[in-house]
């Protein structure tokens, strides 16, 4: 695997050790462009980093070493992790994003992730299931990687996990009843920034995140039977 190294200065100069690295968070870099990008997670006033970034064309730059803390989480949590920052590798896709013209990501660009992914996974010794999206441990706050990343493609690949739901089958749930169930079943995945019971105005920011991860052609924010279902058969399948 080629790398431009093209490092910046912002992260933890204290060295981790590799046992603590669990988690790889995929990002878009929702700038208007590649330069720019690279700009900002080299600039040390933006303090702002990743380990890795990937341009359209598939070349993957490393900005900070994987034996560093990168500053790509920001305020976060996934289970019982907190800030994940100290427990990841960030790997920024060059991306406009939701904010300046959401685009498709580029075959060239998922390939090299792909297997950026797989040697991080077999360095690391990282559970498919620890590949997450900004979106994921920061919900209220991210919409990245968006609901134009193929998790489904990288699923294949034991990058994350994906669902099956021709087999599964539910019962007819009340609305009530089909809300809480939802949030129960998410919090089992990892999912934090909500009460299970109690439903508040920024749920609908969660549900978001779940669909467009899990149903990207369908993100409505509301819990529909299939989002239901989805969420039911991650929590019971092996990963």
């Known amino acids: 695997m080629k790398k431009i190294i093209d490092l910046s200065p912002n992260f933890s100069k204290k060295k981790r050790s590799p046992r603590t690295i669990k988690y790889v968070i995929m990002h878009y870099t929702g700038m208007q462009s590649e330069i720019e990008s690279l700009k900002r997670l080299k600039n040390p006033s933006s303090a702002v980093s990743s380990h890795y970034l990937i341009n359209k064309r598939g070349k993957i730059y490393q900005l900070v070493k994987d034996e560093h803390v990168a500053w790509h989480a920001g305020k976060s949590k996934w289970g019982k992790t907190k800030n994940l920052n100290k427990n990841s590798i960030g790997i920024e896709l060059v991306n406009k994003g939701h904010k300046y013209g959401y685009e498709n990501f580029p075959k060239s660009q998922i390939d090299s992730l792909i297997i950026l992914c797989k040697k991080l996974k077999r360095n690391y010794k990282i559970k498919k299931k620890n590949f997450l999206g900004h979106s994921d441990i920061a919900p ?100």
Request: net charge positive; glycine share 4%; aromatic share 12%.
């Open 140 to 239: 209220l706050r991210k919409m990245d990687p968006g609901e134009k990343f193929p998790w489904k493609k990288l699923s294949k690949e034991k990058i994350g996990v994906w669902y099956k739901t021709d087999k599964q089958i539910l019962k007819i749930l009340d609305k009530n009843k089909k809300k809480t169930q939802f949030f129960i079943n998410i919090h089992k995945m990892g999912y934090r920034y909500f009460n299970k019971k109690r439903r508040l105005r920024s749920d609908k920011k969660i549900i978001f995140a779940f669909q467009r991860r899990y149903l990207p052609l369908n993100v409505t924010g509301k819990i529909d039977e299939k989002t239901l279902q989805i969420s039911s058969f991650l929590i019971n399948s092996k990963k």
